[in-house]
């Protein structure tokens, strides 16, 4: 169990701030290799169960520590269809590597950077893999997202005829949406997209179900399942006072048009988005880092993130915390928004928030965060970005009401298979979870896929 980690080479933090190019920058094959040769090869290997898509990891790493990086690549997509993807933007340090041996009494093996390197590795080498007849069926997915990506790639290769309705005209959801290009470029995301299309997924874009068709107008097209992948998009709000003033955005709506309408490459792309000179940014986790990092290269000259309680409970993940920090993010922790305020013309001038302190644990586990009385001050801020989460659109369940749903808005649906109580009908990922992770989402199309094939044999019979 040796030493710590090998460090992957990142870009100085003062020239990054001024561009978009990908703030960390992988792993060379020496130092992959180095890597690679601190795992132990457990006999049981509970790095695994950690993994949400099930990836064979010791025999992943086994192979790149003997410089086999193509059929490590390989051994991967045994399970994972988005490895380069998982590699950068999955919080392996709570899921695989939280679980590694090594880490009991020295830092985890970096798996997540081993996963990106072998993916890396791989582009533009490796054989897409041949699909058969896809004669067993037609299943559509609704949603180009992670969770319904993960799904239509395992139906595929089960020999499924799968075609996705996607509402955006570009496949992704929150990869391709929300995550910035400097922590996922997105020639990476449309070259897995790529892939997953080449085992004869087609996927349909402009399409809203819901609106230009419905589930059972699917039904009666002779798809014999369909699985909803929808994600959580609807952006959740305070509720305070000047919300509706110019200069106040949802984080869903700042990273859309930041990244899906390419304004970070204005002029070049027509899609501009105004961002003032000291935006604050209402939440803590990765969403609000996103959101919080991008207005500094958008050209914000200072750039805030407002919570609520303290450092500990922030959600985001420490990379991600410790990225922004070296940016120079300022964080106004133990603070909380009670109204934003405007000038006559109707933009934001400032936030005025109250101090907080740390109570009891609440529900999640966090320590409760309770105002203290006279604390309020008001910080002086031109744009205000809230993000405090996503909830499901309800466009697609106002036209399926037979589809039970929680009262939080998500779909009722098994944990395990993703049943819904609509026969035929499966869910995953946020539209059923609320805002997760990525790996979270695949997770959860891949259970699906098992279980609709399932669903589908046992029609036959």
């Given at each position: 169990?040796?030493g710590?980690?090998?460090?992957?080479?990142?870009?100085?933090?003062?020239?990054?701030?001024?561009?978009?190019?990908?703030?960390?920058?992988?792993?060379?094959?020496?130092?992959?290799?180095?890597?690679?040769?601190?795992?132990?090869?457990?006999?049981?290997?509970?790095?695994?169960?950690?993994?949400?898509?099930?990836?064979?990891?010791p025999?992943?790493?086994?192979?790149?520590?003997?410089?086999?990086?193509?059929?490590?690549?390989?051994?991967?997509?045994?399970?994972?269809?988005?490895?380069?993807?998982?590699?950068?933007?999955?919080?392996?340090?709570?899921?695989?590597?939280?679980?590694?041996?090594?880490?009991?009494?020295?830092?985890?093996?970096?798996i997540?950077?081993?996963?990106?390197?072998v993916?890396?590795?791989?582009?533009?080498?490796?054989?897409?893999?041949?699909?058969?007849?896809?004669?067993?069926?037609?299943?559509?997915?609704?949603?180009?997202g992670?969770?319904?990506?993960?799904a239509?790639?395992?139906?595929?290769?089960?020999?499924?005829?799968?075609?996705i309705?996607?509402?955006?005209?570009?496949?992704?959801?929150?990869?391709?949406?929300?995550?910035?290009?400097?922590r996922?470029?997105?020639?990476?995301?449309?070259?897995?997209?790529?892939?997953?299309?080449?085992?004869?997924?087609?996927?349909?874009?402009?399409?809203?179900?819901?609106?230009?068709?419905?589930?059972?107008?699917?039904?009666?097209?002779?798809?014999?399942?369909?699985?909803?992948?929808?994600?959580?998009g609807?952006?959740?709000?305070?509720?305070?006072?000047?919300?509706?003033?110019?200069?106040?955005?949802?984080?869903?709506?700042?990273?859309?048009?930041?990244?899906?309408?390419?304004?970070?490459?204005?002029?070049?792309?027509?899609?501009?988005?105004?961002?003032?000179?000291?935006?604050?940014?209402?939440?803590?986790?990765?969403?609000?880092?996103?959101?919080?990092?991008?207005?500094?290269?958008?050209?914000?000259?200072?750039?805030?993130i407002?919570?609520?309680?303290?450092?500990?409970?922030?959600?985001?993940r420490?990379?991600?915390?410790?990225?922004?920090?070296?940016?120079?993010?300022?964080?106004?922790?133990?603070?909380?928004?009670?109204?934003?305020?405007?000038?006559?013309?109707?933009?934001?001038?400032?936030?005025?928030c109250?101090?907080?302190?740390?109570?009891?644990?609440?529900?999640?586990?966090?320590?409760?965060?309770?105002?203290?009385?006279?604390?309020?001050?008001?910080?002086?801020?031109?744009?205000?970005?809230?993000?405090?989460?996503?909830?499901?659109?309800?466009?697609?369940?106002?036209?399926?009401?037979?589809?039970?749903?929680?009262?939080?808005?998500?779909?009722?649906?098994?944990?395990?298979?993703?049943?819904t109580?609509?026969?035929?009908?499966?869910?995953?990922?946020?539209?059923?979870?609320?805002?997760?992770?990525?790996?979270?989402?695949?997770?959860?199309?891949?259970?699906?896929?098992?279980?609709?094939?399932?669903?589908?044999?046992?029609?036959?019979?």
């Amino acid at each position: 169990m040796k030493g710590k980690k090998v460090k992957m080479p990142e870009q100085d933090p003062k020239k990054r701030v001024n561009n978009f190019k990908e703030v960390t920058l992988g792993y060379t094959e020496e130092e992959a290799i180095k890597e690679a040769n601190r795992c132990l090869q457990c006999k049981n290997p509970l790095c695994m169960q950690g993994c949400p898509v099930e990836v064979d990891i010791p025999d992943f790493i086994a192979l790149v520590a003997e410089g086999e990086f193509e059929k490590a690549a390989q051994k991967i997509k045994e399970k994972n269809n988005l490895p380069a993807v998982c590699g950068r933007v999955c919080p392996q340090e709570e899921q695989c590597e939280r679980k590694c041996i090594v880490g009991i009494k020295n830092e985890a093996v970096a798996i997540g950077r081993l996963e990106r390197f072998v993916a890396d590795y791989a582009r533009g080498k490796e054989e897409i893999e041949v699909i058969g007849n896809q004669d067993k069926g037609k299943v559509a997915i609704i949603g180009a997202g992670p969770a319904g990506l993960t799904a239509a790639a395992d139906l595929a290769k089960m020999g499924y005829e799968v075609t996705i309705f996607e509402a955006f005209h570009e496949a992704g959801g929150v990869l391709t949406y929300g995550i910035p290009e400097f922590r996922l470029p997105k020639d990476i995301v449309k070259d897995e997209i790529e892939k997953i299309e080449k085992l004869g997924v087609e996927i349909k874009y402009n399409h809203v179900v819901g609106k230009i068709k419905g589930l059972e107008e699917l039904f009666e097209e002779e798809y014999k399942a369909v699985f909803i992948g929808t994600g959580a998009g609807l952006p959740r709000f305070l509720g305070i006072e000047g919300e509706n003033l110019n200069g106040v955005y949802s984080a869903n709506e700042f990273l859309t048009r930041v990244n899906l309408m390419k304004a970070y490459r204005f002029p070049e792309y027509k899609t501009p988005v105004h961002t003032g000179e000291k935006v604050a940014v209402v939440g803590a986790g990765n969403v609000a880092m996103d959101a919080a990092r991008t207005a500094l290269r958008l050209g914000a000259k200072e750039s805030i993130i407002v919570y609520r309680r303290g450092e500990d409970e922030m959600p985001a993940r420490v990379e991600e915390i410790d990225h922004a920090k070296e940016e120079g993010i300022r964080f106004e922790l133990l603070n909380n928004p009670t109204e934003i305020l405007g000038d006559k013309e109707g933009f934001v001038k400032g936030i005025k928030c109250i101090r907080m302190e740390l109570g009891e644990a609440d529900d999640s586990g966090r320590r409760r965060p309770v105002p203290i009385e006279g604390s309020e001050w008001i910080m002086e801020v031109d744009t205000v970005i809230m993000a405090i989460g996503q909830r499901p659109n309800p466009i697609l369940l106002k036209d399926a009401q037979d589809i039970e749903t929680t009262k939080w808005g998500t779909i009722d649906a098994c944990d395990e298979s993703g049943e819904t109580s609509k026969e035929g009908v499966f869910a995953g990922g946020d539209t059923v979870t609320g805002a997760a992770t990525v790996i979270e989402a695949m997770g959860a199309g891949k259970r699906a896929a098992r279980a609709i094939d399932d669903y589908i044999k046992n029609l036959r019979k």
